[in-house]
C-alpha cells in the first residue's frame, strides 16, 4: 500500500461547478498537508498549505483535514476552465528521518469546461 | 521575492555531453531540493540541501551531482545521461526543512 493514495480520474466538471479532490494517507506521523497545482509543463504551485486538522479556507479554495480518518480533501468553488490543472496532494511528517521529505499522491488530472 | 527561478527551460543532451542545470531563489530560505518528474508521476526527490549541506540524497546514480555553491544557489551537474533520464527536473525550496516547500518552473530534458 502506498502512503499517499490519490485518485488520477481525469475528473471533467462544467464551469460553476464545486470540485471535489481527495487523498487518503496511511502514516499517522503525518501532520503537515499541502495542496499544489500543476499547469501542463510547469513547476507545481502551492495552493494550500494545513498543519494537523481543521479546514482553511482561501477565495475559492478550501482545504480540509481529517486526521482520525486519514484523510484530505480539497474543494473548488465556482470552478473556472484556468483551473483545469493536475491537483498533488502532499504531506510530511518533519521527525527524523523524514525530515525534509514530501510524500505525493498521484495528483488528479482536472479539465473544467466552458 | 517569492520566486525560484530554474535555467534553461529547456535541455536537450547526447549521452557523452555533460551539462549543467541552475536553480536560484532570493527568499533566504535554507532549504534545497533537487526533483525529477516523469510525465503524468508526482515528483521525485532526488537531493536535499539544509544550509549548503547536502542532507538527503536519494541514491540517485553518479552521473547527477549536485553543488552548492552558496544559499540562493544549486546546480544539478549532469555526466554520460541515458534517455531514460529525460524528465522535467524541479528545484525547490523552503525557509527550513521542517517548512513549505516551493518549486521552481522547472527544466525539461531530453537526453538523445
Known amino acids: 500500500q502506498k502512503e499517499v493514495e490519490q485518485d488520477p480520474g481525469p475528473l471533467s466538471v462544467p464551469e460553476g461547478a464545486i470540485v471535489s479532490l481527495n487523498c487518503t494517507y496511511s502514516?499517522?506521523?503525518?501532520?503537515?498537508f499541502m495542496w499544489y497545482r500543476q499547469y501542463s509543463r510547469k513547476g507545481p504551485e502551492l495552493l494550500m498549505y494545513?498543519?494537523?486538522?481543521g479546514n482553511k479556507e482561501d477565495g475559492r479554495f478550501t482545504a480540509q483535514v481529517d486526521k482520525s480518518s486519514k484523510y484530505i480533501s480539497l474543494f473548488i468553488r465556482d470552478s473556472q476552465p484556468s483551473d483545469s490543472a493536475t491537483y498533488l496532494c502532499a504531506m510530511s511528517a518533519h521527525r527524523g528521518s523524514t525530515l525534509g521529505r514530501l510524500y505525493f499522491g498521484r495528483g488528479t488530472q482536472l479539465t473544467v469546461w466552458p | 521575492d517569492t520566486e525560484v527561478t530554474q535555467t534553461p527551460k529547456h535541455l536537450v543532451m547526447g549521452m557523452t555531453n555533460k551539462k549543467s542545470l541552475k536553480c536560484e531563489q532570493h527568499m533566504g530560505h535554507r532549504a534545497m531540493y533537487w526533483y525529477k518528474q516523469k510525465a503524468k508521476k508526482p515528483p521525485e526527490l532526488m537531493f536535499v540541501y539544509s544550509y549548503e549541506k547536502l542532507s538527503i540524497n536519494e541514491s540517485v546514480p553518479s552521473r547527477f551531482s549536485p553543488e552548492c555553491p552558496n544559499s540562493s544557489l544549486l546546480n544539478l551537474h549532469l555526466h554520460a545521461l541515458q534517455p531514460e533520464d529525460s524528465a522535467l527536473y524541479l528545484c525547490?525550496?523552503?525557509?527550513?526543512?521542517?517548512?513549505?516547500?516551493?518549486f521552481g518552473p522547472g527544466t525539461r530534458l531530453l537526453v538523445l
Open positions: 494545513t498543519y494537523s486538522s
Open positions: 502514516n499517522s506521523a503525518f501532520q503537515y
Open positions: 525547490a525550496s523552503s525557509p527550513g526543512l521542517q517548512e513549505t516547500q516551493y
